[in-house]
């Protein structure tokens, strides 16, 4: 049986990569492993169906068999310990990859999704003026604090892992606010994470749900 993961059916930033389903592609892209996917109204997220594997009205969800799993960082790391070529072998640099996950989803990604609340969906209310400069402040912590630790290296800790997957998509949040340009060795991380083959081969099958008469932007 092939694994199967859903996406939305129509992807609110229009197919661009920052859906998490993309996260779950790549994984699976870069471990060569074929994949079928479901996809999901906004609806029907809602409904008993998809709550039985989902309880909290989300995408991505992953399927292989009887085994179920939701959360992206649960079903990333899932794929990476099953298949080779996202974790390394020697048991410290394992456990390196999946802190850097870790960090990536627990340390990095709560400000920037905390600036896309305040831009998009408190972008009406009277505190926006004020708060904004105070979320951008703690993004560009964050990024300094990242941007100093890889330094001129091209990934966080050798060979290209899981935790580059994580921090590169979780970057890539942030670059529409410009604040990503302000770090020029993360701009260039982000693009080394880009170019890659199995990331354009994800990109590309999001893109094309959403624009399916249009080349990958």
Request: net charge neutral.
């Given at each position: 049986?092939?694994?199967?993961?859903?996406?939305?059916?129509?992807?609110?930033?229009?197919?661009?990569?920052?859906?998490?389903?993309?996260?779950?592609?790549?994984?699976?892209?870069?471990?060569?492993?074929?994949?079928?996917?479901?996809?999901?109204?906004?609806?029907?997220?809602?409904?008993?169906?998809?709550?039985?594997?989902?309880?909290?009205?989300?995408?991505?969800?992953y399927e292989d068999g009887d085994l179920v799993l939701f959360?992206?960082?649960?079903?990333?790391?899932?794929?990476?310990?099953?298949?080779?070529?996202?974790?390394?072998?020697?048991?410290?640099?394992?456990?390196?990859?999946?802190?850097?996950?870790?960090?990536?989803?627990?340390?990095?990604?709560?400000?920037?999704?905390?600036?896309?609340?305040?831009?998009?969906?408190?972008?009406?209310?009277?505190?926006?003026?004020?708060?904004?400069?105070?979320?951008?402040?703690?993004?560009?912590?964050?990024?300094?604090?990242?941007?100093?630790?890889?330094?001129?290296?091209?990934?966080?800790?050798?060979?290209?892992?899981?935790?580059?997957?994580?921090?590169?998509?979780?970057?890539?949040?942030?670059?529409?606010?410009?604040?990503?340009?302000?770090?020029?060795?993360?701009?260039?991380?982000?693009?080394?994470?880009?170019?890659?083959?199995?990331?354009?081969?994800?990109?590309?099958?999001?893109?094309?749900?959403?624009?399916?008469?249009?080349?990958?932007?």
């Amino acid at each position: 049986m092939a694994i199967v993961i859903t996406a939305f059916e129509k992807s609110p930033d229009g197919g661009l990569g920052l859906a998490r389903d993309t996260r779950v592609r790549w994984a699976l892209e870069e471990v060569n492993q074929p994949y079928e996917v479901r996809l999901v109204s906004f609806r029907a997220l809602k409904q008993r169906a998809h709550l039985a594997i989902q309880p909290f009205g989300q995408i991505p969800t992953y399927e292989d068999g009887d085994l179920v799993l939701f959360e992206t960082g649960a079903i990333v790391l899932h794929i990476a310990e099953r298949h080779p070529g996202l974790l390394p072998v020697d048991a410290g640099a394992r456990a390196r990859a999946i802190t850097w996950m870790f960090a990536a989803l627990n340390t990095v990604e709560p400000p920037i999704l905390e600036l896309v609340v305040v831009k998009f969906l408190e972008g009406d209310r009277p505190w926006k003026a004020g708060r904004l400069p105070l979320v951008e402040a703690r993004i560009r912590h964050r990024l300094g604090q990242l941007s100093d630790w890889l330094g001129d290296a091209d990934w966080l800790d050798g060979a290209f892992g899981v935790g580059d997957l994580m921090m590169v998509s979780v970057l890539l949040r942030v670059r529409p606010s410009g604040l990503l340009g302000e770090y020029p060795n993360l701009a260039a991380y982000v693009a080394r994470g880009e170019a890659r083959p199995a990331y354009k081969r994800a990109f590309a099958a999001q893109w094309a749900v959403n624009n399916p008469a249009l080349p990958p932007a």
